[in-house]
């Protein structure tokens, strides 16, 4: 295992939650479009695992969210709550919850790649 880099680490983090943001913002812009089925990114660990994360598309219509090379998937059935008569399974509490965990995750991110680097700044400048 070669050296840890944080900066990678919370850069890689930050791209994660940015796609994960976009996921959940697609899922409640679709919640009363018929048959969308939810949708959410693999765990931050598979990252961090250098797993593949590969897209089940639904419908060729749906927007895609690979800027930064990672994807979405659809949901596992047990992950959704219910299917409406539609056939959309959006849950908007389910989805709201998660916005507000991506928010403060983002916030955590921020902080500690800032404390980091005024770390390596007093380390450069010799302390202070």
Do not use: C
Not at 1 to 12: E, S, T, Y
Not at 13 to 28: E, I, P
Not at 60 to 80: F, I, L, Q, Y
């Amino acid at each position: 295992m070669g050296p840890v880099n944080l900066f990678d680490i919370a850069n890689k983090q930050a791209d994660w939650l940015a796609t994960r943001q976009k996921t959940v913002a697609s899922n409640v812009a679709n919640v009363n479009t018929p048959g969308y089925k939810a949708r959410d990114v693999k765990d931050f660990a598979a990252i961090l695992n250098n797993d593949t994360m590969a897209m089940a598309v639904t419908n060729s219509k749906h927007m895609d969210v690979t800027d930064n090379g990672m994807e979405s998937h659809a949901m596992r059935p047990e992950d959704t709550i219910e299917t409406t008569h539609s056939g959309n399974n959006v849950n908007l509490e389910e989805e709201m919850r998660k916005g507000g965990e991506i928010g403060q995750q983002m916030s955590l991110n921020t902080v500690i790649v800032k404390a980091f680097h005024r770390m390596m700044m007093a380390t450069v400048k010799g302390g202070s």
